[in-house]
């Protein structure tokens, strides 16, 4: 009988023969994990955490690989935009959710700031997060003009996922949050992004808010895997904001999301009826009280 998706699966552990969710079972996914799904042909999840306890239940449901995004300054930490959270912050959230998890490869992104000034900034940086958080990966955005960095990450052996297209740390110079790769011109400078960081050693490209029939060429043209958020279907790999998949965002959420629960309206139901029953002296109730 086949296991489960989302159940170990059983014999040895080869990372060969099996899927992504099942064939690991003890030990973390690895960067040789993913590029051996692309070669099966097998598309897989990933969702950003930003905390142990979350973090603990993605890992429990079988997600193979986790993103301490720097989106925790807009969902968790109160910023509008990406570009105010700190080296500090990531650290402390990426050991976090290392952690709360076990078998997750956990990635930890490089905010504004830490290593665009030099490849020596990011080789710095980068090892911050992995000896201090003990992340397995790293994330930087750009395409070309990242690609020396990532070579240097790569020949230290800091493993990186690559960020082109919307790259939300450039807000300031898009303008907003503006589709991209429209055009001949963008789509050509997208393609030579995307090949710029495989050459530069990336074991992964994401692809943002970027047409599909873009995606699904780079994603065709790359022998790494591509991880798509606003970029279609036809990616090796689907990533969202925890938050946002979730329903814990309030307001407007981008096009892209598709939200799976309602969980602003639970946890909004549940603070409404605990301060109901103390209010009626309900609660706490002899079964809740010390004798």
Request: proline share 5%; charged share 20%.
């Amino acid at each position: 009988m086949n296991a489960s998706p989302l159940q170990p699966a059983q014999g040895k552990d080869k990372g060969e023969g099996h899927t992504l969710y099942g064939g690991v079972t003890n030990r973390r996914v690895t960067v040789r994990d993913i590029a051996a799904a692309k070669q099966r042909g097998e598309k897989w999840a990933m969702l950003t955490a930003y905390d142990a306890l979350t973090a603990g239940v993605f890992d429990e449901a079988g997600i193979p690989v986790l993103l301490v995004g720097d989106s925790a300054g807009n969902c968790h930490l109160g910023y509008e935009t990406t570009v105010p959270v700190t080296m500090d912050q990531m650290v402390m959230l990426s050991a976090a959710v290392v952690r709360g998890t076990r078998r997750a490869l956990v990635i930890g992104d490089m905010p504004f700031g830490s290593y665009q000034e030099s490849p020596a900034q990011a080789m710095h940086n980068a090892a911050r997060l992995m000896k201090e958080a003990g992340v397995g990966a790293v994330k930087l955005e750009g395409g070309e003009r990242s690609a020396r960095s990532i070579e240097l990450l790569v020949e230290a052996g800091v493993p990186v996922m690559a960020h082109i297209g919307l790259t939300p740390q450039s807000v300031h110079a898009f303008g907003g949050y503006p589709v991209q790769g429209r055009g001949d011109e963008a789509a050509h400078q997208l393609l030579r992004d995307a090949k710029a960081v495989q050459q530069a050693g990336a074991f992964a490209v994401v692809l943002e808010a970027v047409p599909a029939e873009l995606a699904a060429q780079v994603t065709e043209q790359l022998a790494v895997p591509t991880v798509g958020i606003g970029a279609g279907a036809g990616t090796d790999a689907q990533v969202l904001v925890w938050t946002d998949m979730a329903g814990m965002t309030a307001g407007r959420v981008p096009k892209f999301v598709k939200q799976y629960a309602d969980l602003r309206s639970v946890l909004g139901n549940a603070a409404r009826e605990f301060a109901a029953e103390v209010g009626a002296g309900t609660f706490p109730a002899p079964e809740h009280t010390f004798k």
